[in-house]
């Protein structure tokens, strides 16, 4: 009896392709033979990987949490000082792409509007990033509801951020860091910590 040879197109291939797919075109073009086409081979090696598109989504889902979701609660979490400190760490998540995708959070936010089951899975996430910066606030002494309305005005605005399509240039961008700083935490910091953030993303 013959054995059926493992495609030559591993399994992160179709996950790249379908990411690309996903993050440019939305949802609905994430079909089999679409994403066979774009890597050059038959739909058959699909199906050594996935069971069927519905578990190829379920991955680009569970990338986004894993990522997005839960870089974004170790960053809040990460030791720091004082809450400037903790609020430049999680700076790094909206800087890094490894840490934060921003076309995937876009996309996976557009899916949801019509799929009811990734809105509560949104919804849940949304709560959890929420919670977490609630707490690291509360942490460095803000009060339960100073901390809530924070956390809220900096997941809406980063969120806001990614809906609107902004274009900064990095080093705009991380200049202007320090007084998003001060509006979400009302100190501002010191050079030392600036210098210390920008170290970590401007190339010299």
């Excluded at 081979?41 to 949490?65: N, Q």
């Excluded at 001060?182 to 953030?197: A, K």
Aim: charged share 25%.
């Amino acid at each position: 009896m013959e054995v059926a040879q493992k495609p030559k197109v591993p399994e992160t291939a179709w996950l790249e392709a379908a990411y690309e797919i996903l993050t440019e075109n939305g949802v609905e073009a994430v079909k089999v033979m679409p994403l066979a086409k774009k890597l050059g081979v038959s739909r058959t090696g699909f199906y050594w990987y996935f069971k069927d598109r519905d578990a190829l989504l379920e991955a680009m889902v569970h990338r986004w949490e894993e990522k997005n979701t839960g870089n974004l609660v170790a960053r809040s979490a990460a030791y720091a000082e004082g809450i400037v400190e903790s609020v430049f760490n999680l700076f790094d998540c909206w800087l890094d792409n490894a840490l934060f995708d921003a076309p995937l959070e876009l996309a996976i936010r557009n899916w949801a509007r019509n799929d009811m089951a990734l809105q509560e899975r949104l919804n849940a996430a949304d709560d959890e990033r929420c919670r977490a910066l609630r707490d690291m606030f509360l942490r460095h002494g803000f009060d339960a509801r100073q901390s809530h309305v924070r956390a809220m005005t900096m997941i809406y605005t980063q969120i806001g951020y990614f809906s609107m399509h902004v274009k900064e240039d990095a080093q705009t961008r991380i200049g202007r860091m320090p007084d998003y700083v001060e509006v979400f935490t009302g100190l501002r910091p010191h050079d030392s910590d600036i210098q210390r953030f920008a170290s970590r993303h401007l190339v010299t």
